[in-house]
């Protein structure tokens, strides 16, 4: 049972990839720093995943829980950047501010992508939203195959 939670909860990683880069190549949204930042625990849960198939061990679903917890954290914290809740990386969120020292190769160097701009909503959930509260799920079915695990 273990197992076959995780190889879910790794395929759930993998649909919400496949989402991300359908937007980003098919769509024509280009992520911004938070968002290619929020892709890499669903690439290692994959992985985990892959290796569960080989190794099934109940210890790698509860990293996998873990790692996917993670995500949705960066998630929910780029939404709360989404949505003027917080600051974001000055790296993303704009221009430095203006102390006299900004240079022409400062305005060139930062990213056309913002991290604070919402480029695609559903019922109001931004991405990162909804990045959040599918990782969270796919937390707790990590979470669930790491239970499962457990010798009785």
């Given at each position: ?59 790698l679903a509860l990293l996998g829980g873990l790692v996917v917890l993670g995500g949705a ?80």
């Amino acid at each position: 049972m273990t197992q076959k939670l995780a190889l879910l909860a790794a395929l759930g990683s993998l649909a919400m990839m496949l989402g991300a880069w359908g937007f980003q190549y098919i769509g024509g949204l280009a992520p911004c720093e938070l968002c290619l930042l929020q892709r890499w625990p669903h690439e290692i849960a994959m992985a985990l995943g892959v290796v569960m198939l080989v190794l099934p061990n109940r210890w790698l679903a509860l990293l996998g829980g873990l790692v996917v917890l993670g995500g949705a954290g960066i998630a929910f914290y780029h939404a709360g950047v989404e949505l003027k809740f917080w600051a974001g990386p000055d790296t993303c969120t704009g221009l430095p501010p203006l102390t006299g020292t900004l240079t022409v190769d400062d305005l060139f160097a930062r990213p056309v992508v913002r991290c604070d701009d919402i480029p695609w909503s559903l019922f109001g959930i931004s991405m990162a939203g909804w990045n959040g509260l599918i990782s969270l799920g796919l937390a707790a079915t990590w979470l669930v195959a790491f239970r499962a695990g457990k010798k009785r």
